[in-house]
């Protein structure tokens, strides 16, 4: 195995953090099976944010839970940085999604009983060199709400929280899925203001799924996905900023 991890290793282009190849994966649903991904090969890059895009049902939820070792593929490899993550035990990647990972989902999942500061240091008590929840909060644009509940503040605020709880940690890899789903224009901006920070200011390499194509245009990279597969990969050369952005 360990002969195996360093074959793949030595086809890392500088600056990969993660190597994706001919990854697969089927889900069995009852007597029908399910084929989520069909053969995906990719690299993404230190500090790089990239979107992957793409309808309901496109493929890119499951590559995005494969990145973040929240599932692992029926076939294939996906490595980070010297890791084949398709072979690890659950332990290890629990290890791996705690030190490495960040995650955003499209609901805020805060708990309502504490606060702000209080949600952050969940994740900051556990981390081995964590900002403090004050600077995490900070970062996202709510230093003045520091210890106000969610049912206290609006959903853009409470998802900024939730970026601040996964940015807490200082993860390599912050992993963003449908961040703006259950948010306005105006309100989805603001949030897409705070994941463009977090990427520029402490290079954390980025990926963020959504079906809005006016998202991707804040990329540096665009990954389009359709019935499981890659149909396009473009870098963009005209990034705009989220102000820049209307959907």
Known sequence: MEGDEAAIHEHLKEGAVFHVHN????????????????GITLDLYEGDFTVLLGASGSGKSTLL???????????????????????YKDSLLTRYR??????????????????????????TEIASNPLTPEE?????????????????????EQQRVAIARAIAKRPDVL??????????????IVVLEAIERVNRELGTTTVVITHNVDIAQMADRVIRLSDGRITSDEENPDKKAPAELAW
């Open 65 to 87: 839970n494969i990145l973040g070792g929240l599932d692992i593929p029926s076939s294939g490899t996906v490595s980070y940085m010297d890791h084949d993550l398709a072979v």
């Open 98 to 123: 705690r030190e490495h990972v960040g995650f955003v989902f499209q609901f805020y999942n805060l708990i309502p009983s504490l606060t702000a500061r209080e949600n952050v240091a969940l994740v």
């Open 136 to 156: 995490a909060l900070r970062l996202v644009g709510l230093g003045e709400r520091l210890d106000h509940f969610p049912a206290q503040m609006s959903g853009g």
């Open 175 to 188: 992993l963003c899925d449908e961040p703006t789903g259950a948010l306005d224009v105006k309100t989805g």
């Open 23 to 38: 990854v697969t994966k089927v889900y069995q649903m009852g007597e029908v099976q399910v084929q989520a991904l069909r």
